[in-house]
């Protein structure tokens, strides 16, 4: 596929005329053809006025055609997925191996919400049948379900161009409620994101669905984002990105003549807790799996550990040197943006201007727009006392805390802000379960062992967390509990069956999984 870099707008094309620029691949340091075109105002307010005409069909049509137009996107991706993978490299410096793995996992979300929406037992179908003769007053016939929000925008993520961006877990988790989706493309990876769009919008044909119901709009600024979380015809939010962007996501949609929710995912430092009994039995195990974690994908992962807190002793004196041996013999590796590198490079100098803590190593040096890691420490009373210390750098950094006892672990879990993940390393000598109830607290999901970064898309997972991880604490990004976020609840009161959605007829005729006066079934209600 030629890319010819315009924006998506239904079936058609945006055009030139608007603010241009180029990818740049950040391993050489090149521009990338070709040239990529602003949206204007016109075609952002056609995109989403197209996704306001196609809702309604979006939204009454069956969970099956959905299942259908999903996979049929899966398929379209794993068909140029060779295509797609050189792409997405050329423009971030992941590696293939990364950006197919990452091509297979947003495959994989696809038909998880393409199984999900066949299905339909999401929308939680529950039913209270009438009775007429009950006194002092008659109960009426009330139904009610999660029906589709209306039309999404989604916000392409920086470090994941594939599974957080065109047609990552916000796109197919809006799509399988029946909400038409219209992404902002990043601008570091323009031309990955065209691709997989393409894949979307001849998957849209393919199946039959109106011309609205998927637009991919870029802008190499910020205006066009802000312009269509202001737009009236936009419902909902899908955000990956930092805290100072979903911030200010988050206040345009509050101060608009009808609030929307911003679904924000932003900043986390993901402590990890490392107990006395698995530091002395495992103490060269876990410095090695957390210096994988801290440096995987240039610490450029939402799960990334920024920090790990342990009781002082010669054996936490020995760990430390063995992780400081690794992060110090680490090479320095391209960030993803020059942007991301910059901040990440302000973020090690202040935190080692920062009294009272110690640079423990730095990773070897390289090129421009490459990243060296570092590794600090502090002790306790220093990090509860400078609250900057318990804040996200984004990259291949961590912040080691030494406490004199466990009364201190635990004012140091206290302390903490939100976070997508905690982990203990505990063995069975470690009392852990206070720990582990306070941690549960601040992490949307919480590991006993192992170690953050990896996130399963499955019916279970949980990613999500308390702010500032996310601006919503009842929700996860990855998982089948997803599509909750871009759905409302709907209650029909005394409807004639035939007007009913099928979700909520006698017949059942999906054969959902429904509440029917307080019993789960999935058979018929007999009137």
């Given at each position: 596929m030629d890319i010819q870099g315009f924006s998506l707008i239904g079936f058609g094309r945006g055009a030139a005329g608007g603010a241009t620029w180029q990818a740049t691949n950040?391993?050489?340091?090149?521009?990338?053809?070709?040239?990529?075109?602003?949206?204007?105002?016109?075609?952002?307010?056609?995109?989403?006025?197209?996704?306001?005409?196609?809702?309604?069909?979006?939204?009454?049509?069956?969970?099956?055609?959905?299942?259908?137009?999903?996979?049929?996107?899966?398929?379209?991706?794993?068909?140029?997925?060779?295509?797609?993978?050189?792409?997405?490299?050329?423009?971030?410096?992941?590696?293939l191996a990364r950006c197919n793995g990452e091509i297979a996992r947003t495959v994989g979300q696809l038909r998880l919400f393409a199984g999900v929406a066949e299905t339909g037992d999401w929308c939680d179908a529950r039913i209270e049948t009438a009775q007429p003769d009950r006194k002092p007053v008659p109960k009426p016939d009330h139904r009610s379900m999660f029906r589709a929000i209306g039309p999404v925008v989604v916000f392409g993520a920086s470090n994941f161009p594939f599974a957080f961006?065109?047609?990552?877990?916000?796109?197919?988790?809006?799509?399988?409620?029946?909400?038409?989706?219209?992404?902002?493309?990043?601008?570091?990876?323009?031309?990955?994101?065209?691709?997989?769009?393409?894949?979307?919008?001849?998957?849209?044909?393919?199946?039959?669905?109106?011309?609205?119901?998927?637009?991919?709009?870029?802008?190499?600024?910020?205006?066009?984002?802000?312009?269509?979380?202001?737009?009236?015809?936009?419902?909902?939010?899908?955000?990956?990105?930092?805290?100072?962007?979903?911030?200010?996501?988050?206040?345009?949609?509050?101060?608009?003549?009808?609030?929307?929710?911003?679904?924000?995912?932003?900043?986390?430092?993901?402590?990890?807790?490392?107990?006395?009994q698995a530091l002395a039995a495992r103490s060269a195990t876990i410095a090695g799996g957390l210096l994988q974690s801290v440096t995987m994908g240039v610490g450029q992962f939402c799960t990334n550990p920024g920090l790990v807190v342990l009781e002082a002793s010669p054996g936490a004196t020995e760990f430390i040197a063995r992780l400081a041996d690794g992060m110090g013999a680490a090479a320095a590796e391209p960030m993803l943006t020059s942007g991301i590198q910059a901040a990440y490079a302000r973020g090690v100098a202040e935190r080692s201007a920062e009294p009272g803590v110690r640079v423990i190593a730095r990773g070897t040096k390289g090129g421009p727009g490459c990243a060296e890691t570092a590794l600090f420490a502090t002790d306790a009373a220093t990090f509860l006392g400078r609250p900057a210390l318990a804040e996200e750098i984004f990259g291949p950094a961590t912040l080691v805390?030494?406490?004199?006892?466990?009364?201190?672990?635990?004012?140091?879990?206290?302390?903490?802000?939100?976070?997508?993940?905690?982990?203990?390393?505990?063995?069975?000598?470690?009392?852990?379960?206070?720990?582990?109830?306070?941690?549960?607290?601040?992490?949307?999901?919480?590991?006993?062992?192992?170690?953050?970064?990896?996130?399963?898309?499955?019916?279970?997972?949980?990613?999500?967390?308390?702010?500032?991880?996310?601006?919503?604490?009842?929700?996860?990004?990855?998982?089948?509990?997803?599509?909750?976020?871009?759905?409302?609840?709907?209650?029909?009161?005394?409807?004639?069956?035939?007007?009913?959605?099928?979700?909520?007829?006698?017949?059942?005729?999906?054969?959902?999984?429904?509440?029917?006066?307080?019993?789960?079934?999935?058979?018929?209600?007999?009137?």
């Open positions: 950040p391993a050489a340091g090149e521009k990338l053809s070709p040239v990529f075109h602003s949206a204007s105002s016109a075609e952002l307010d056609g995109a989403a006025r197209l996704a306001s005409d196609a809702a309604p069909a979006l939204a009454q049509s069956s969970g099956a055609d959905r299942g259908k137009l999903l996979r049929a996107v899966a398929s379209r991706l794993e068909g140029a997925a060779a295509e797609l993978a050189a792409r997405g490299n050329a423009e971030t410096a992941l590696p961006s065109t047609a990552g877990g916000d796109t197919a988790s809006a799509l399988a409620a029946g909400n038409p989706v219209v992404v902002k493309a990043h601008p570091a990876h323009p031309g990955t994101a065209e691709l997989v769009g393409r894949c979307v919008v001849d998957a849209v044909r393919e199946t039959g669905f109106p011309e609205g119901t998927f637009s991919v709009l870029f802008d190499v600024g910020y205006e066009i984002g802000a312009a269509l979380v202001g737009h009236p015809a936009i419902k909902a939010v899908g955000f990956t990105g930092s805290r100072k962007g979903g911030l200010t996501l988050m206040e345009i949609a509050a101060k608009r003549p009808e609030p929307i929710p911003v679904f924000a995912e932003m900043s986390s430092v993901n402590p990890v807790f490392v107990m006395p805390v030494e406490c004199r006892d466990r009364a201190e672990m635990h004012a140091v879990a206290r302390h903490l802000k939100g976070s997508l993940t905690a982990t203990i390393q505990a063995d069975s000598g470690d009392d852990g379960a206070e720990l582990a109830a306070r941690l549960a607290e601040r992490a949307g999901r919480v590991l006993f062992g192992g170690y953050p970064t990896g996130v399963e898309v499955s019916q279970a997972m949980v990613h999500g967390g308390p702010f500032p991880a996310t601006s919503d604490a009842r929700t996860t990004s990855v998982g089948s509990r997803a599509i909750h976020r871009f759905a409302r609840l709907i209650c029909y009161q005394g409807f004639p069956d035939a007007l009913l959605p099928p979700e909520l007829q006698n017949s059942n005729p999906g054969g959902l999984f429904r509440l029917v006066d307080g019993q789960f079934s999935r058979g018929p209600v007999i009137p």
